[in-house]
């Protein structure tokens, strides 16, 4: 079967840097998102990683390793806008998107 | 840019019923878009699949005859709940994903359906 695994939620403070994994078994790969989603809101893209590596993308980055089945988004200057679910997202063989359960973000000042 | 539109944003309705929510893509083709459904505090769940110009595909557990779909346009998909209930109650979420690489997907605002 196709499983994404995250952690429920963790919780950081304001100024630092967190760490969110996600780890995945799917039919197939094209391709790992990341959404972030504030509560009563839709998810709003992230990142995308397809090859292994570090994407960059301002405060937020995002790392990929296939053979490892492996990715992990990596927050930096923590600020409270950044309480949300983050949502990690793997595109199968058949280009479908499977996500994860998501990650409840927790800022504490 | 990439934006998906959806409408309405919110709205109240009598059991028994129908609501109709579109989603439209504003600024780019999406031969494909999704309709998803979130209940409070729990993940994103997949309805349906919908292909432009085609019958739109549902996840298992979902019946077709009660949340029908057209994408009658390269730009636009709706969603109507029959015979709404007080269960489906929910926030729906729309996406359209691009047509090139990487395929992302771009949601829509959500639509929160409340059955009285």
New interface residues.
Partial sequence: GQNIDQPTEMTATEGAIVQINCTYQTSGF??L?W?QQHA??????LS?N?LDGLEEKGRFSSFLSRSKGYSYLLLKELQMKDSASY?CAV?DSN???I????TKLIIKP | GAVVSQHPSWVICKSGTSVKIECRSLDFQATTMFWYRQFPKQSLMLMATSNEGSKATYEQGVEKDKFLINHASLTLSTLTVTSAHPEDSSFYICSARKTREPYEQYFGPGTRLTVT
């Fill in positions: 094209n391709g998102f959404y009563g809101e839709a998810p709003t893209f995308y397809v949502l595109m280009y479908q998107l996500w994860g359960a998501g």
